[in-house]
């Protein structure tokens, strides 16, 4: 979305909640009940598997908005189907993507400064993934 000053906003179309960090790992993530549509082309491949979003996938999502950002609008996967999409993120998952492939390549137009940033934010494992403090510096 794009303010009346040009300011960019991200917004999320109802899927945030307040997490708060409990005594359990229960309180960190929210896990998707219902049937509604999802953002499957920002979402991680764990998000995909578990239906949990966490802070962690929060920042894939991130990573595919910043894809977006610098191809000019460009959804992420724009030259795969949603089936195909889907697939992917499992074949990552799963282990079946080749180390050397990004899961989502980095648009051509990227300075390699960003396109290592965006990279960090698609790694697969979530627990290797930058927080957002990290990613703020």
């Given at each position: 979305l794009?303010?009346?000053?040009?300011n960019v906003k991200v917004a999320d179309f109802g899927l945030s909640r307040v997490m708060q960090l409990g005594r359990d790992d229960s309180d960190a993530y929210y896990r998707i009940k219902t049937r509604q549509p999802m953002p499957l082309r920002w979402m991680a491949p764990s998000t995909i598997v578990d239906r949990k979003f966490t802070s962690e996938s929060d920042v894939w999502s991130y990573g595919c908005l910043?894809?977006?950002m610098?191809?000019?609008g460009e959804m992420p996967f724009n030259d795969l189907d949603d089936q195909q999409v889907v697939e992917r993120l499992l074949a990552a998952y799963a282990g079946r993507v080749p180390e050397n492939e990004p899961v989502l390549a980095s648009p051509k137009s990227c300075p390699p400064l960003i396109d290592a940033l965006i990279q960090s934010c698609l790694t697969v494992n979530g627990e290797l993934r930058p927080n957002f403090i990290v990613l703020r510096r």
């Amino acid at each position: 979305l794009i303010g009346r000053c040009l300011n960019v906003k991200v917004a999320d179309f109802g899927l945030s909640r307040v997490m708060q960090l409990g005594r359990d790992d229960s309180d960190a993530y929210y896990r998707i009940k219902t049937r509604q549509p999802m953002p499957l082309r920002w979402m991680a491949p764990s998000t995909i598997v578990d239906r949990k979003f966490t802070s962690e996938s929060d920042v894939w999502s991130y990573g595919c908005l910043l894809c977006e950002m610098w191809s000019a609008g460009e959804m992420p996967f724009n030259d795969l189907d949603d089936q195909q999409v889907v697939e992917r993120l499992l074949a990552a998952y799963a282990g079946r993507v080749p180390e050397n492939e990004p899961v989502l390549a980095s648009p051509k137009s990227c300075p390699p400064l960003i396109d290592a940033l965006i990279q960090s934010c698609l790694t697969v494992n979530g627990e290797l993934r930058p927080n957002f403090i990290v990613l703020r510096r």
